[in-house]
């Protein structure tokens, strides 16, 4: 990519996350208002941010992040949602209903 397409992506992101900052809404809703792809403001805050966990390692086979639960995170009966590439999002997933999940997953990529 050409450095002056990536400065300038730096420079559209920067402003996103800075505003983003300033209105004090979540991340989700500021992307819905703002027309932008949720997964995208999220790579991109945590460039500038840094992140102090290692990134997951993906199968090159699947494409899948290896997903480990650890259920002292898991608040009330909610379950587990997963947030897609193109903004959909699968809430109220567990063991009960993830053959569902899997299903869905393989139909939409």
């Known amino acids: 990519?050409?450095?002056?397409?990536l400065d300038e992506l730096n420079?559209?992101?920067?402003?996103?996350v800075t505003a983003w900052?300033?209105?004090?809404m979540p991340q989700t809703t500021f992307c819905k208002e703002h027309n932008l792809i949720y997964h995208r403001f999220i790579?991109?805050?945590?460039?500038?941010?840094?992140?102090?966990?290692?990134?997951p390692s993906v199968d090159s086979?699947?494409?899948f992040v290896k997903v480990v639960s650890d259920p002292s995170s898991?608040?009330?009966?909610s379950g587990?949602?997963?947030?897609?590439p193109n903004g959909a999002m699968l809430e109220g997933l567990s063991e009960a209903n993830l053959d569902l999940a899997?299903?869905?997953i393989k139909r939409l990529s």
Do not use: V
């Open 1 to 5: 990519m050409e450095t002056s397409r």
């Open 102 to 104: 899997c299903q869905l």
């Open 21 to 24: 900052k300033a209105s004090g």
């Open 43 to 55: 790579y991109w805050k945590l460039k500038f941010e840094g992140s102090s966990q290692p990134s």
């Open 80 to 84: 587990l949602t997963i947030n897609l």
């Open 74 to 77: 898991f608040q009330g009966d």
């Open 11 to 16: 420079n559209y992101w920067m402003q996103q």
């Open 61 to 63: 086979h699947s494409g």
